[in-house]
């Protein structure tokens, strides 16, 4: 694995761009197979290498080898850089005849299936990478198409505090700042972590840490063949709010801060919540009794709210 850069930054709680905490670039050497990539002609290179979704012009690379009649195929491979020799695994691949029938529908590293002479269509599909190309078959051929995805992957890591924060429920947001999907949500992930594939290009991350108003924004530039690591500092705590009376199965929560409704529609004798720093109003509802106890939050701190007898 490459040498890896760790500039340090702190992703602010606020709907503004902000700078990471971490940001790790490494090599995907690991990730992918070593199995070469097909041989092939010269690829095309699409009109924008950072277009984000599907290429205006995809960018593969064709094949064709002499096979005798009725032996006819067609073979399909993908690697996420040009350069790359890395065979990208997990990659959905299907394949459509002149009348739209389908007649492949498959996830993994390479697919090939034998093909009467005529005209094709292949779609694949990689995380937020997806790629359709028309192709022919022609009499006596086999035909091979590697595609270039031009992707790297993203994960996005939440911590509470100084500490990893993945027992508690989160979701990422990322949505494209360039090209030609610029402004639309490209991946959405509720696992830390996650390998998310996406194209080359700028985009804007949005990670909400559990139910609350924990929320960081952050923007990361994804490169071809390259994993980004970003971890998100929430300057935020954990609060367990609990109900200690006899009729808990009937109970509901609110969260306010002020006369603002923070956190509604909890339901539970028990109920977890990530806010920012600062003085909150936990009111519960147990049938026919509402009671209310005010709570402060502490950036980093976990803190157990008890309502009831």
Request: charged share 15%; aromatic share 6%.
């Amino acid at each position: 694995m490459d040498a890896c850069t760790r500039p340090s930054h702190t992703s602010r709680q606020t709907r503004a761009p902000q700078p990471l905490r971490l940001a790790v670039f490494m090599s995907l050497a690991l990730l992918w197979p070593t199995t070469p990539a097909l041989p092939a002609a010269p690829s095309t290179t699409p009109n924008d290498e950072a277009t984000l979704s599907t290429s205006p012009a995809s960018n593969y690379e064709l094949g064709v080898e002499a096979v005798p009649a009725g032996e006819e195929t067609a073979s399909f491979a993908a690697r996420l850089t040009e350069t790359s020799t890395r065979i990208a695994r997990n990659v959905t691949w299907q394949v459509f005849d002149a009348e739209g029938a389908m007649l492949l529908d498959a996830t993994s590293s390479a697919a090939s299936l034998p093909l009467s002479p005529g005209s094709y269509e292949v779609r694949l599909e990689l995380g937020a990478v997806n790629f359709q190309e028309a192709f022919a078959v022609p009499p006596g051929g086999a035909v091979t198409m590697s595609f270039v995805l031009n992707a790297g992957v993203l994960r996005v890591l939440p911590r509470l505090g100084q500490n990893p924060a993945a027992e508690i429920a989160s979701e990422s947001r990322i949505y494209a700042l360039n090209g030609i999907a610029a402004g639309q949500l490209m991946s959405k992930s509720t696992q830390p972590g996650e390998m998310l594939v996406l194209p080359a290009g700028t985009y804007r991350v949005e990670n909400q840490l559990g139910l609350g108003n924990a929320v960081a924004v952050s923007d990361v530039v994804v490169k071809a063949g390259v994993v980004s690591a970003m971890e998100f500092d929430h300057n935020a705590g954990l609060i367990r709010l609990a109900y200690e009376g006899q009729d808990a199965s009937a109970t509901a929560w609110e969260v306010r801060q002020g006369e603002t409704v923070m956190i509604g529609n909890l339901t539970g004798p028990k109920a977890d919540v990530v806010l920012r720093p600062g003085l909150y109003t936990a009111v519960m509802r147990a049938g026919s009794r509402l009671l209310q106890r005010d709570f402060t939050v502490t950036a980093g701190e976990t803190g157990i709210v008890l309502i009831g007898q």
